[in-house]
Nanobody, 111 residues
Framework: QVQLVESGGASVQPGGSLRLSCVIT????????MGWYRQAPGTERELGAM???????NYADAVKGRFSISMDKEKNILYLEMNNLKPDDTGVYYC?????WGQGTQVTVSS
């Protein structure tokens, strides 16, 4: 099993920045990617960013150039650096690894 605990969500104004963290413990596999997903109210959960083997990354078009995903392999912490936040970025952000999910952290972007 894998346990994931997100933190770092907050309310910010448009143009602001946040860094989300996800502490991952348990049966971590370097052969499986880790990702950040988000779910806005009334919508389905969607991929925001993913990091795979050899630190390869993949981003949703909506966040390219603004979000950056990284992994501290020594501490097993997954990060999502979010810059130039927009109201459309509002939602619950979840981290995922091997089909396991965290409980989510709320990000609200509003003036």
């Amino acid at each position: 099993q894998v346990q994931l605990v997100e933190s770092g969500g907050a309310s910010v104004q448009p143009g602001g920045s946040l860094r989300l963290s996800c502490v991952i413990t348990g049966d971590i596999s370097s052969f499986h990617p880790m990702g950040w997903y988000r779910q806005a109210p009334g919508t389905e959960r969607e991929l925001g960013a993913m990091i795979g083997s050899f630190q390869s990354t993949n981003y949703a078009d909506a966040v390219k150039g603004r979000f950056s995903i990284s992994m501290d392999k020594e501490k097993n912490i997954l990060y999502l650096e979010m810059n130039n936040l927009k109201p459309d970025d509002t939602g619950v952000y979840y981290c995922m690894h091997r089909a396991y999910w965290g409980q989510g952290t709320q990000v609200t972007v509003s003036s």
